[in-house]
């Protein structure tokens, strides 16, 4: 399996089958920091290479200080990182949402919507955004409240956070479309171990996509389930807004 997303062709290492069909993969190469094998979907092209302690990243409190965010509450200043690989990139989300009561407006003006700030962090590079919540190629209408978009179905947040949590109690609110079986089953509430999807504060984790890119209004995913995709002006702020990062290791 050549890893398609770097310079010069990579290739993983075939270990295991895991539980639920997912193959284990080792690529032959370093990964950054974190797991250095991953439970992969082939036919998607993605996969999950487990927590890794802010410690051996960078904590929730550095990466503020560092970026210069000071709009929001800080929170969950201990929460891991979750380590994803996609279409050849190497991805780190924050497990919980670090900040709450903060506006899309705030991390836009700072470079850290789309990934084109670069930051380094222990002699790698990162370019910081925020997760992808709908298809690159869709220009129709969003549809505010709505669950199942049909239009997020290829997003990073489908393709990776969907295969991470167990589904909520309400039916119409179980997970579809997913590709792959399940690499992780984390609440998606705020539990001790889950990832604040479904409640408390921040819960409303800011996606990237502005959409249209004109308008003033931005996309975030949760509220209730994984499924639901909001809507809301770019420069409100509330308790349950939150941000989420996410750390693209650029390759070398």
């Not at 996309?219 to 909001?230: C, H, K, Q």
């Amino acid at each position: 399996m050549t890893y398609r997303g770097l310079n010069n062709a990579r290739t993983f290492i075939v270990h295991r089958v895991w539980g639920g069909g997912n193959v284990e993969w080792c690529p032959d190469f370093y990964t950054g920091p974190g797991p250095q094998c991953m439970a992969y979907v082939e036919e998607d092209d993605k996969g999950f290479f487990g927590e890794v302690p802010n410690g051996q990243l960078i904590t929730p409190v550095d990466l503020t200080s560092q970026l210069g965010v000071t709009q929001g509450i800080s929170q969950n200043t201990t929460t891991p990182w979750l380590k994803f690989y996609l279409d050849g990139k190497i991805l780190y989300v924050s497990k919980k949402p670090i900040r709450h009561t903060i506006g899309y407006a705030h991390l836009r003006e700072l470079g850290l919507v789309d990934r084109t700030r670069i930051i380094t962090i222990s002699d790698l590079q990162y370019r910081v955004g925020l997760i992808k919540v709908i298809d690159d190629d869709y220009f129709g209408q969003v549809v505010n409240n709505e669950a199942h978009p049909h239009y997020s179905l290829r997003s990073e947040w489908n393709r990776l956070i969907y295969n991470s949590v167990m589904d909520v109690t309400t039916p119409s609110l179980h997970k579809q479309d997913q590709v792959g079986d399940n690499w992780a089953e984390y609440p998606q509430d705020n539990s001790t171990n889950g990832l604040g999807v479904t409640a408390g504060n921040g819960s409303y984790a800011w996606g990237q996509d502005n959409f249209p890119e004109t308008s003033i209004v931005s996309l975030f995913r949760g509220v209730d389930s994984v499924v639901r995709i909001y809507e809301n002006g770019n420069g409100g702020k509330h308790y349950y807004y939150g941000w989420r990062p996410l750390l693209e290791l650029v390759n070398e």
